[in-house]
């Protein structure tokens, strides 16, 4: 990107309320591996030359008041967003906040701290290609399909299967047309690729890290630690 404007925008969505890890503390807030988990997901992005802009989506009663901590990153670059009732309303919040020279979309989970390097770059190139672009890793066990007794309808093929991971990464006209049509019709998806998926658009999954796992109850927070601790 040397010599090339910045033009990709991030969208990190910590805007939840993180009730399943038990915690009084947002879990977007809470430390891991020397940190609060938000502030990892910004360096991790504004490391980036190509990077014009992060916006840090929170839930509105802290959007006004955000921690302090949150300015222990480039603050040219860093712009606070208000969150939303659903999540697909925080992320529509986020891509309306960003600038007009941002071409490429990129939409992370704050609940995933230890994103790495190569799968941003893996995610952005894709998405440079024109098409939108999932982090996901493969499926290692054998599924079954079961009926509503439990009981085992088929065993699927494993090989067509991947798990699906954050970043996420668009055009931004792809994106943006993605969510108007999904907010017309108050639609929503557990992840932002499934818009794009419903209007057609191609989308690839490019190879993820399982260091990209989500944070979902409190077990996980020892896990991350594991695996940051690893790192040293």
């Known amino acids: 990107m040397s010599g090339t404007a910045p033009d990709v925008g991030v969208v990190i969505v910590a805007a939840g309320q993180g009730t ?38 929170l839930p509105r009663s802290f959007a006004g008041d955000p921690p302090p901590w949150i300015l222990q990153s480039d603050i040219e670059r860093l712009l606070v967003g208000v969150g939303g009732a659903e999540r697909g309303d925080s992320v529509w919040s986020g891509i309306e906040d960003l600038e007009d020279e941002v071409r490429i979309v990129v939409v992370h989970d704050a609940a995933r701290p230890l994103v790495t390097d190569d799968t941003i770059d893996r995610v952005i190139a894709a998405a440079r ?21 439990n009981r085992v309808v088929r ?9 699906v991971q954050t970043p996420q990464a668009f055009p931004r006209g792809v994106i943006e047309q993605a969510y108007r049509v999904a907010l017309e019709e108050r639609r929503y998806a557990t992840d932002d690729a499934a818009l794009v998926e419903r209007l057609g658009h191609p989308v690839v999954v490019v190879r993820g890290a399982e260091r990209g796992m989500k944070v979902t109850d409190e077990r996980d927070f020892a896990l991350l630690e594991a695996l940051a601790a690893g790192d040293q």
């Open 20 to 57: 399943r890890t038990g915690a009084s503390e947002l879990k977007q807030f809470r430390w891991i591996a020397g940190k609060p988990m938000l502030l990892h997901s910004i360096h991790a992005f504004q490391r980036r030359q190509d990077v014009a802009q992060v916006v840090a989506v």
């Open 129 to 149: 290609q024109g098409v939108s672009a999932v982090a996901a890793l493969p499926v290692p066990d054998t599924l079954k399909e079961v009926d509503d007794q």
């Open 155 to 163: 065993t699927v093929d494993r090989e067509r299967y991947w798990r």
